[in-house]
């Protein structure tokens, strides 16, 4: 799924949507172990008894957990300036949780390209809007504005 953007070609892919990554469960397991991890184990998260008598009717994972995936999903997503030597993670300008990841529930991110610059000499700026769907869920998970700075 790369898509390289041709320095003379920018203006052209602002609004450019990516196809949608692979689908990825969401597991009792990774939610546990994000939870140990970040020492966040609240009971809707660690809990299937508790959690069942919420109005989830189970265990969910952190939002954290699915903002944090979103690195791995950048990996399939592949959307950079032609020659891109190295790119590094930028920050966030917003972030949404729409909609709860129940467990074992699967998982995909879009991207849409809503701005790039030049912010110096052969260093790029990228940002997307990302989009966490839930399979089966009209809701996604979460949207997000995510940056990228890329070096040619």
Same mark, same amino acid.
């Given at each position: 799924m790369t898509t390289l953007i041709p320095r003379d070609q920018i203006q052209a892919f602002i609004g450019f !949507?990516? *196809?949608?990554?692979d689908w990825l $469960?969401? #597991?009792?397991? @990774?939610? #546990?172990?994000f939870a140990e991890c970040t020492l966040d @184990? +609240?009971?809707?998260? %660690?809990?299937? *008894? /508790? /959690? $069942? +008598?919420?109005?989830f009717g189970g265990t969910i994972a952190h939002g954290f957990l699915t903002l944090s995936l979103l690195s791995?999903? /950048?990996?399939?997503? +592949?959307i950079g300036i032609e020659g891109v030597q190295? =790119? %590094?993670?930028? =920050?966030? #300008?917003k972030v949404r949780f729409i909609?709860?990841? $129940? %467990? #074992?529930?699967n998982v995909r991110v879009r991207a849409k390209v809503l701005d790039i610059q030049e912010k110096s000499p052969n260093q790029f700026q990228l940002k997307l !809007? %990302?989009?966490? !769907?839930? *399979?089966?869920? !009209? $809701?996604?998970?979460?949207? /997000? *504005?995510?940056?990228?700075?890329q070096f040619v």
């Amino acid at each position: 799924m790369t898509t390289l953007i041709p320095r003379d070609q920018i203006q052209a892919f602002i609004g450019f !949507e990516s *196809e949608a990554t692979d689908w990825l $469960k969401i #597991d009792q397991h @990774r939610i #546990d172990t994000f939870a140990e991890c970040t020492l966040d @184990r +609240q009971f809707i998260h %660690v809990d299937p *008894e /508790a /959690a $069942k +008598q919420t109005p989830f009717g189970g265990t969910i994972a952190h939002g954290f957990l699915t903002l944090s995936l979103l690195s791995y999903f /950048a990996e399939q997503l +592949q959307i950079g300036i032609e020659g891109v030597q190295m =790119g %590094v993670n930028y =920050g966030l #300008d917003k972030v949404r949780f729409i909609n709860p990841v $129940k %467990v #074992d529930s699967n998982v995909r991110v879009r991207a849409k390209v809503l701005d790039i610059q030049e912010k110096s000499p052969n260093q790029f700026q990228l940002k997307l !809007e %990302v989009t966490m !769907e839930i *399979e089966g869920q !009209e $809701k996604p998970a979460l949207i /997000a *504005e995510w940056l990228f700075m890329q070096f040619v």
